[in-house]
């Protein structure tokens, strides 16, 4: 074990802090894994002119806020600098340049108070988020971790034990329902104002691909959908999309959904879990949280459906990831620094 390297054990209050997008967010949670506050400073509204993240201005944004970030979330759990046991930063993966702010801030604050310190790859802060939402779940795990940037299906053995059974071969699931709502003129965060449209319509009025459907595989694909919504808006007229847009947007998203609730039971069969898990901004798709409910009941499963603020980028679910990760004594991690290519099970040690 590296110099400094310290076993995982109670970690008692942790300041946690995630930049790895366009979120500011900075948590405070406690021995027991209780989460006394949770600030999320969207850029979403900085963003919304270019129709999507840019990373300059992201990192800019986060350089601003991310003090103001720690104080909210160190004045809502009603504790002090003082106070911190320990502190927690993702490490990677995402925008260097904003990962860079969070973990530095982070490192500062563990340092300056001879704290220990716990870089947290981000794909493990979504399997935290579960943690999060249900302590007891049983393990073995089978958890769709769905985001943006991220499509991927995983096995926990443990909170430290995890493998990869499949991932996209090209779009993640977020990335197509970004791309989708844009093809279809929807606002930004595009995703969020595709599902809200698709409530409204007809899920069978259109028929899209589902990529890889019947093959012995747990990856997937989501370019063939979003370059057949591309093909199905060309061909019609102005006024035919004003008229079909709820459909259209109802039939785009039963496929992408579709796609990642088959792979997910496929996967729950195939390795015999107790229980399956989402996570990600995509987890916080209504159709989807319907589905996997709806498909775990029906298979005798248990089901962890984390609450909307779990799914999104968020640091309570950093902390939580920190509680079974292995922390840097001071000053040990000082020469740790933050990587925009982080894969499942990869640390920085």
């Known amino acids: 074990m590296r110099q400094g390297l310290a076993a995982s054990e109670e970690l008692g209050l942790t300041l946690a802090l995630e930049t790895s997008c366009d979120d500011t967010c900075a948590a405070v949670i406690d021995g027991s894994g209780r989460i006394l506050s949770s600030i999320i400073h969207s850029q979403d509204v900085i963003h919304e002119k270019y129709g999507g993240v840019v990373p300059e201005v992201a990192s800019r944004a986060h350089a601003e806020r991310a003090t103001v970030v720690v104080r909210e979330a160190l004045a809502e759990a009603g504790v002090g600098m003082t106070d911190l046991e320990s502190v927690a930063a ?53 958890v769709l971790i769905a985001s ?56 069978q009025a259109f028929t899209f691909p589902i990529a890889l459907r019947g093959q012995d595989t747990l990856d997937f694909s989501f370019s063939g959908v979003k370059t057949s919504l591309f093909y199905l808006l060309r061909d019609m007229t102005a006024e035919q999309r004003g008229e079909r847009a709820i ?62 603020r779990l799914c999104t980028d968020n640091a309570a679910m950093i902390a939580s990831a920190a509680r079974y990760s292995p922390r840097l004594a001071f000053p040990h991690y000082l020469s740790v620094e933050a990587t925009s290519s982080l894969r499942l099970g990869q640390d920085v040690y």
Not at 113 to 139: K, M, S, T, Y
Not at 180 to 203: H, I, N, S, T
Not at 287 to 292: A, G, I, Q
């Open 90 to 142: 993702t490490v990677g993966p995402g925008l260097i340049g904003a990962l860079l702010v969070g973990f530095h801030t982070a490192k500062a604050i563990a340092w300056g108070r001879r704290l220990p310190f716990i870089p947290v790859n981000h794909l493990h802060g979504h399997l935290g988020a579960v943690w999060l939402a249900d302590e007891q779940v049983p393990l073995p795990l089978l």
């Open 148 to 203: 943006g940037g991220h499509t991927m299906l995983v096995r926990a053995d443990s909170r430290r034990q995890f493998s990869l059974l499949g991932q996209t071969l090209d779009d993640a699931a977020g990335e197509a329902f970004d791309k989708g709502a844009r093809l279809l003129g929807l606002g930004y965060p595009g995703g969020k104002e595709l599902d809200q449209l698709a409530e409204r319509g007809d899920p």
């Open 247 to 308: 459909d259209v947007a109802a039939s785009y998203r039963e496929a992408v959904v579709e796609a990642l609730v088959s792979r997910l039971m496929q996967a729950a069969e195939r390795e015999q879990v107790p229980a399956v898990a989402i996570g990600g901004g995509v987890a916080a798709n209504s159709l989807l949280r319907r589905r996997v409910a709806a498909a775990a009941e029906a298979s005798g499963l248990c089901a962890v459906i984390p609450s909307f």
